[in-house]
């Protein structure tokens, strides 16, 4: 057992996403790329060279350089969503993989912590691929935007870590659409995505805080515009906490509901 | 690893679900390089101990030791050492057929390298070799249960485990894989099998346990357990009027439950013991041919008299009166 780190039950998991993912990388890598060049385009060159050329600023940065940090992490977490929802449901009963894994020495809660780090490592790949995208697009100011990289990855689990504990104790997947329309796709154009959270009504303002991919958004934009937001590093060290308690909560009903479902 | 002679050692094994009693206080042992099965009709509580012995299911009472362990502190110890055929199939349908056991034997931590070879290996004992690079979704039913198989010895486990392993298969593929767990069989794998089929208990198992809501009934070699309750032979009456068309069935209902009954007390009075099953009488005798002199002397008229040996399913209908596959 030498070789513990590097043979971690998590791991097993995700080998056996890469193998799947070998036959089809091409497809997955194409639509990473289209995906932040469709998205840049429409908003950070149309309706930012709109605002431009009205001579505008958002917080003292162009449009561009304002929404591909919101775009980057918002595109991260709703994938996210769907990646933490129907593959997830697969394992469990339609292709019901996870329980051959139950079946080997893996515990179910092995199986859960092997998804997260297999969404982990997905979204570091998503995220750098946008992250390089918008660089060429001249929307990246600071070499800090690199953080902007596991900013993302950690809004990923904060929604993967409690969203694939819940998709355990469902067994059809009639309420996801659900998720997607009214929770995914608000918080996708409502946590300073586009605009300034202050645009927001003052009763909404904390629904949003409240909720992960705002702080997401937040740490993207001060590594990609290498300026920390009013609040400094008190707001940065806010936001990571804020993420971490998502993932930790999640994380131990996880661990729970992945043992009820294929322990039982 | 000093695994004892007894690799599945169960006392008083229970298994509630809220109110539900799936397996009510069984005792049983299984020994080292035998096939021992579980015989009983669905909803007997086989898959439920099976899941126990897999430790993929807690036990809610009793005492379990598998492989001299204690399914509840060592659950992935153990599991890493057994083999599992579940009822249902559950292949990795994004795997091709080859990755399905490679993929798999990583679960158990075992090296890449070594599973290549022994996934080649695997695939030619269940005659799958040809199909290494193939999909799962295009094999047959029995292929994909002969691909399970390969698969669940994969990590080269102490104890195999299989749950309705020809379920749902056609004669032949049925066939394919009584042949192919009689090889390991010979091979020295000890083997657990479920099963409602008094066919497939008689010819694998060398000791079984006849499992009936949720308890255990008796418990023997299949031919010990054949000697011990029902004669050698038995007799199989159809009584004349189910031989006619089913229009006469409707207003007849009454007059085949007659005939029955007559057959019945025609049998009994040779002294012989007899059940009703369905649209026929099963009469327990020794002499088979001679029961049937008798009662054709006795002026019986059948639709269709079968002589023919005694069996499992004889077993279970006498000790639970009912038959292991339920209409």
């Known amino acids: 057992m030498s070789r513990v780190s590097l043979d971690a039950p998590e791991v097993r998991f995700v080998e056996r996403e890469a193998t799947i993912q070998r036959r089809l990388w091409r497809g997955n890598a194409f639509s990473q790329i289209v995906a932040p060049v469709l998205y840049l385009l429409a908003m950070g ?6 605002i431009s050329s009205a001579g505008h600023k958002v917080d003292g940065l162009s449009y561009l350089e304002f929404v591909a940090p919101g775009l980057m992490a918002a595109t991260v977490l709703q994938n996210a969503t769907g990646e933490s929802m129907w593959p997830v449901l697969a394992g469990f009963k339609w292709m019901r993989f996870y329980e051959g894994m139950s079946a080997s020495p893996m515990t179910p809660a092995d199986v859960y912590r092997g998804n997260l780090l297999w969404i982990a490592i997905r979204f570091t790949v998503a995220s750098t691929t946008f992250l390089v995208v918008a660089t060429l697009f001249g929307a990246i100011l600071s070499p800090w935007g690199v953080l902007a990289v596991p900013a993302a990855v950690l809004g990923a689990l904060a929604l993967a870590a409690p969203l694939t504990a819940y998709v355990a104790t469902q067994d059809d997947d ?46 993207c934009r001060d590594a990609t515009t290498g300026t920390l937001a009013p609040g400094g590093w008190f707001a940065v060290v806010g936001h990571i906490a804020i993420l971490a308690v998502y993932i930790t909560v999640g994380y131990r009903i996880g661990r729970r509901t992945f043992t009820r479902r294929l322990a039982a | 690893m000093g695994t004892p002679g007894t690799l599945v050692e169960a006392r008083s094994l229970t298994k509630r679900f809220d109110d539900f009693v799936a397996v009510d206080a069984i005792d049983f042992d299984v020994q080292r390089g035998e096939v021992f099965g579980f015989l009983g009709p669905n909803g007997a509580g086989k898959s439920s101990t ?33 083999g599992v055929v579940p009822q249902e199939d559950n292949l990795d349908l994004e795997l091709s057929v080859f990755d399905n056991l490679v993929i798999y034997g ?75 767990l009689w090889r390991l069989k010979q091979d020295g794998v000890t083997q657990v099998l479920t099963t409602h089929y008094m066919d497939e208990a008689e010819r694998l198992c060398d000791r079984l346990v006849i499992m009936d809501g949720g308890r255990i009934v008796d418990e023997g070699s299949p031919a010990a357990l054949v000697a011990r309750h029902v004669t050698r032979e038995v007799v199989e009456v159809r009584p004349a009027q189910l031989a006619g068309n089913d229009l006469e069935l409707d207003d007849g209902s009454e007059g085949v439950d007659a005939e029955l009954e007559a057959v019945l007390d025609l049998v009994r009075a040779n002294g012989e013991r007899a059940e009703v099953v369905t649209d026929r009488v099963l009469a327990y005798t020794d002499d088979g041919d001679a029961l049937v002199a008798k009662l054709n002397a006795d002026g019986l008229r059948p639709a269709s008299v079968l002589v023919r040996r005694s069996t499992l399913e004889d077993v279970f209908l006498i000790l639970t009166g009912r038959t292991l596959i339920e209409g």
């Not at chain 1, 060159?45 to 709109?50: A, F």
């Not at chain 1, 995505?193 to 997401?216: E, G, K, M, R």
């Not at chain 2, 899941?51 to 204690?70: A, E, H, K």
Request: charged share 20%; with cysteine; hydrophobic share 50%.
């Open chain 2, 106 to 180: 990583r679960y158990f931590g075992i090296a890449k390298s070594v599973l290549r070879a022994r996934a080649h290996e695997l695939l030619d004992f269940v005659q799958l070799g040809d199909r290494a690079a193939s999909k799962v979704d295009p094999l047959s039913g029995g292929m994909k249960r002969r691909l399970t198989i390969a698969r669940a010895l994969v990590n080269e486990p102490d104890l195999l485990l299989l749950d309705e392993p020809t379920t749902g298969l056609d004669p032949q593929a049925r066939h394919l894989v009584w042949e192919r």
């Open chain 1, 45 to 50: 060159v149309g309706l930012g060279g709109m």
């Open chain 2, 50 to 82: 099976m899941r126990m012995i897999g430790c993929v299911s807690p036990l809610t009472d009793g005492v379990l030791r598998v492989l001299g362990l204690d399914p509840v502190a060592d659950g992935p110890r153990i599991r890493g050492r057994l």
């Open chain 1, 174 to 219: 009639h309420k996801f659409p659900l998720i997607m329309r009214f929770l995914t796709l608000p918080m996708f154009l409502f946590s300073a995505t586009f605009f300034p959270l202050s645009q927001l009504p003052a009763w909404l303002q904390p629904v949003a805080w409240a909720l992960p991919l705002y702080h997401s958004v937040s740490l």
